[in-house]
């Protein structure tokens, strides 16, 4: 059974840093895409960044400059965003995923991954 397992969360304070880590198990995910997205209290989930099977990056509007998503190699089984100069805005839980389909680039869309981990709690104090 494939599964998603996230760490790293927890408080900081705005400007400080976080480094989240997402480990995948039970098959083999180097031909897949695997994405972050983060989900606010009241609002829907949303994409952060995400991280193609060949080191292909793309990132929301929000998280570009600040965050950078990378991907263990050779496993890829791990992938990371280091979170930098975070903002109260940036609270959320945040979510792992793994694409779908192989050998596909990166998506936007939630619809798209078919593996979640559980989440973490990212709290960004003022």
Excluded: H
């Excluded at 989900?39 to 994409?47: G, M, V």
């Excluded at 509007?61 to 965003?81: E, Y």
């Excluded at 945040?94 to 050998?103: I, S």
């Amino acid at each position: 059974q494939v599964q998603l397992v996230e760490s790293g969360g927890g408080l900081v304070e705005a400007g400080g840093s976080l480094r989240l880590s997402c480990t995948a198990s039970g098959g083999s995910f180097s031909g897949y895409g695997m994405a972050w997205f983060r989900q606010a209290a009241e609002k829907e989930r949303a994409f952060v960044a995400g991280i193609s099977r060949t080191g292909g990056t793309e990132y929301s509007d929000s998280a570009k400059g600040r965050f950078t998503i990378s991907r263990d190699i050779p496993g890829k089984n791990t992938v990371r965003l280091q979170m930098n100069s975070l903002k109260p805005e940036d609270t959320a839980v945040y979510y792992c995923a793994l694409r779908r389909t192989p050998y596909w680039g990166i998506s936007t869309s939630r619809d798209e991954y078919g593996t979640w981990g559980q989440g973490i709690q990212v709290t960004v104090s003022s």
